[in-house]
């Protein structure tokens, strides 16, 4: 049978730079010290949730951009997303920065999907500087998903935090010395008949189970292979039920796997599972995993992230949740 989904890269496209931004409560963050920018409000000084949400994703394009030296003008595409309603934050922080857009729905798979996105383009040779990224606000994220942050509402064991973060990904041609697209993996949207959004991370974990063996599989290679790979914001439930997944794919170590939403806050029990997000893995990827390649602690790297790809609609109606994880390798040459 052949596989489907999987992409490969030749000219192995690179990530130049990037750029990662961050709210106050991600201060308590493991991996706050890699990021670029934090806020002191929750709003980065605007007037509205949804202002400060496109305000985070705009920090980080310019922050990624600045690296490079180059300013929005010299990008050939922004490909970009977020959670609330028709994108909305990434669309208007779109207009500021007048780069050719392109929006990208993943749910909190969008890091990955923006990122494949971005090295496709300059594979074609149709791109020599594309920025990819995404990101999240808890405010406006929550009260969308799940209850106004005003109602005080309790949070189960299993219910994870969406971060108020942001991360962007300057994506050019091969550069030598710099973490390298080597190949993805398309996920494939997985209904397991699952309602609960405050169980995110079950609900997520088939569909980065099936992303892996796909993406082994498909490119011949183990887990073995990696220095790390790591999931996107299954946190502690959701990555504890995808380790069982995984061994039916006769994997049982787990030295070199990981989760960014289990580790984003250090497994503080005021996160209840862990952290989630559009700008979950985003942040990770693109701070602490990215600076660990560029440092040549890591060689060789699988991320997936993972998405739910509920709406509010679609949970009012009644009806399960289907759920997507896309997988990106990287490379150190």
Known sequence: MVMKGLLTFPSTPSIVATGVTAGPLEKKSAFQSSFDKMYDDERCGMKTNEQGHSKLMEDACMIALSKVDKIPSDADFLIAGDLVNQMTPSSFFATTVGIPYLGMFSACATSVSSLLTAALLTEAGMSKLAIAGSSSQHNAVERQFRYPIEYGAQKGAATQWTVTAAGAAAVAPYQKG????????????????????????????????????????????????????????????????????????????????????????????????????????????????????????????????TGALLSPMSYQQGETIPCIAHAVELTMK
Request: net charge negative.
């Open 178 to 305: 710099l973490p390298s697209i080597e190949c993805g993996t398309v996920g494939r949207a997985i209904d397991m008949g699952m309602s609960d959004p405050l169980n995110m991370g079950a609900a997520m974990a088939p569909a980065a189970a099936d992303t892996l063996k796909r993406h082994l599989t498909g490119h011949g290679t183990s887990a073995g292979d990696y220095d790390l790979i790591m999931t996107g914001d299954l946190a502690t439930v959701g990555f504890s039920i995808f380790k069982e997944l995984v061994k039916n794919q006769g994997i049982t170590e787990f030295g070199n796997f990981s989760d960014a939403g289990m580790e984003f806050y250090g497994n503080n029990p005021d996160f209840k599972a862990g952290a989630s997000g559009a700008g979950c893995s985003a942040a990770v990827y693109f701070s602490e995993v990215y600076q660990k390649m560029k440092d040549k602690e890591y060689k060789k790297v699988l991320l997936i992230a």
